[in-house]
């Protein structure tokens, strides 16, 4: 088995949906994902209605994810820690117990601009279109994900 987290401050939008879009690209039966934020505000909640709504234009249903504050536990849970942005890798990283934990974690773009440390910006506050942004650009990184994991 395999364990996927993915990080953002809120986990009511960006990443609910970058988990919902790798959990449909890779195989139930030998990988888990999931996802968490740094921040507890919005602990219990579902995900943004405008996730939701980007989500299901693309055949994918996330309306049922809760969302959840990112835990030190999570180090030992999980193989693999993608982060949307700066903030959230340095929240994540400030968890790290070890060397170990640390290598757990990288910027989800990284897999499409390796190295780049590039961010998934946060549409909280903006409107639809940057949604539909966010959705197009974890849809790219995670079918490279599933392509090298399976
Ligand atoms: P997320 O977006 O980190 O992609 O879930 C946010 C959601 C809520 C807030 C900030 C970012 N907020 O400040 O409430």
Redesign the pocket.
Same mark, same amino acid.
């Given at each position: 088995m395999t364990n996927i987290l993915m990080v /953002?401050? =809120?986990?009511? /939008?960006?990443?609910p949906l970058a988990e919902g879009i790798l959990k449909a690209k890779l195989p139930r039966n030998s990988f888990t994902v999931d996802s968490a =934020?740094t921040?507890n !505000?919005?602990s219990g909640s579902q995900p @943004?209605r405008r996730s939701v709504a980007v989500a299901k234009k693309y055949g994918l249903d996330i309306s049922k994810l809760k969302a959840r504050q990112f835990d030190v536990s999570d180090f030992d849970r999980f193989d693999l820690i993608y982060v949307?942005d700066e903030s959230n890798y340095r929240n994540v990283m400030a968890l790290a117990r070890d060397d170990n934990d640390k290598a757990k974690v990288d910027f989800v773009l990284n897999e499409i601009y390796p190295k780049e440390n590039y961010t998934v910006p @946060?549409? !909280?506050y903006g409107g639809d279109q940057g949604f539909e942004n966010v959705y197009n650009m974890l849809d790219e990184a995670c079918s490279i994900i599933a392509k090298k994991l399976i």
């Open positions: /953002c401050l =809120g986990n009511i /939008c960006r990443s =934020g921040a !505000y919005h @943004d949307m @946060d549409p !909280y």
